[in-house]
């Protein structure tokens, strides 16, 4: 993840908020990469709300992890 909101959009469209660095998360939600799939499979969050994201690699791969719209994650 990016130092900031819109320091960087990846190349794949407008920069946006998503993933901008928060203060005082109401939950922390903590993800497994495995080499085939990611658990949990999704994640719902509300508008607003505030998520600490503790991403831990229980594959042999490298994994991508990024937060995005439905629709950047369709284009990309």
Do not use: Q, W
């Not at 960087?8 to 203060?23: F, K, L, N, V």
């Not at 922390?28 to 495995?34: F, G, Y």
């Amino acid at each position: 993840m990016c130092g900031t909101a819109g320091e960087h959009d990846g190349g794949h469209g407008e920069a946006s908020s998503i993933g901008s660095p928060g203060t005082n998360p109401t939950r922390t939600i903590n993800v497994s990469l495995n080499d085939n799939y990611y658990e949990p499979e999704s994640i719902s969050v509300s508008k607003g709300e505030t998520v600490r994201f503790v991403l831990k690699n229980d594959g042999e791969f490298l994994h991508e992890f990024n937060i995005n719209t439905p629709e950047a994650h369709a284009e990309h």
